[in-house]
């Protein structure tokens, strides 16, 4: 025969053990029902202070572009776009940020070109004009130099047939002034990567 439960147990003492019973967690409580749980869930679709709301949403949304900003910034992966992630492309950014690219001063150059051409002198503007030129076709002599050294240090770093394309990436930092580029610089200049 089952046991029950004995009926004659005293009564607890006018206010000794008068605090209404606690819910139970973990082991020696009852599961809750299906839709305690659901209840408990439940939030409305539509806060009641929709300004507060929205400014809360503002706020949350202006954290995580700083943090995203931020990190990439200092060149977290997960922050990267998709064409500055993986580590042949961290390897590329290395290298051209411990190294002096002559596109690096291209800009000042540029604008040094375009202060000239107001002076009144057509010789002036004339040679400035060449210069430019020949600073631009100087550049891109050095940018395929650096196109064609990576191509060979990567395929011994990483294995000829696991090289990905990288000539165009590391021209478009190389010809960035060094401040401007993103991600940081995380390399001083001559630390290039082993």
């Given at each position: 025969?089952?046991?029950?439960?004995?009926?004659?147990?005293?009564?607890?003492?006018?206010?000794?053990?008068?605090?209404?019973?606690?819910?139970?967690?973990?082991?020696?409580?009852?599961?809750?029902?299906?839709?305690?749980?659901?209840?408990?869930?439940?939030?409305?679709?539509?806060?009641?202070?929709?300004?507060?709301?929205?400014?809360?949403?503002?706020?949350?949304?202006?954290?995580?572009?700083?943090?995203?900003?931020?990190?990439?910034?200092?060149?977290?992966?997960?922050?990267?776009?998709?064409?500055?992630r993986g580590p042949q492309k961290k390897y590329v950014r290395d290298y051209?940020?411990?190294?002096?690219?002559?596109?690096?001063?291209?800009?000042?150059?540029?604008?040094?070109?375009?202060?000239?051409?107001?002076?009144?002198?057509?010789?002036?503007?004339?040679?400035?004009?060449?210069?430019?030129?020949?600073?631009?076709?100087?550049?891109?002599?050095?940018?395929?130099?650096?196109?064609?050294?990576?191509?060979?240090?990567?395929?011994?770093?990483?294995?000829?047939?696991?090289?990905?394309?990288?000539?165009?990436?590391?021209?478009?930092?190389?010809?960035?002034?060094?401040?401007?580029?993103?991600?940081?610089?995380?390399?001083?200049?001559?630390?290039?990567?082993?």
């Open positions: 025969m089952a046991k029950h439960p004995r009926t004659d147990s005293p009564a607890p003492e006018n206010g000794a053990d008068a605090a209404p019973d606690a819910p139970k967690a973990g082991k020696g409580a009852p599961t809750p029902s299906r839709a305690a749980q659901e209840a408990a869930r439940k939030r409305p679709l539509v806060p009641n202070d929709r300004k507060e709301a929205a400014r809360q949403a503002r706020a949350r949304s202006a954290d995580a572009r700083e943090r995203a900003r931020l990190g990439m910034a200092a060149g977290e992966e997960k922050y990267l776009p998709v064409r500055d051209v940020d411990a190294r002096f690219s002559i596109g690096e001063v291209l800009i000042p150059v540029m604008f040094a070109v375009i202060v000239l051409t107001f002076i009144p002198s057509y010789e002036v503007q004339t040679i400035g004009i060449f210069a430019l030129w020949a600073f631009f076709l100087i550049s891109v002599v050095d940018v395929i130099i650096l196109g064609t050294v990576l191509k060979r240090k990567l395929a011994a770093k990483f294995g000829a047939d696991r090289v990905e394309r990288v000539r165009w990436y590391a021209a478009m930092r190389a010809l960035q002034l060094r401040p401007l580029r993103l991600p940081k610089p995380q390399v001083k200049r001559g630390q290039y990567p082993s």
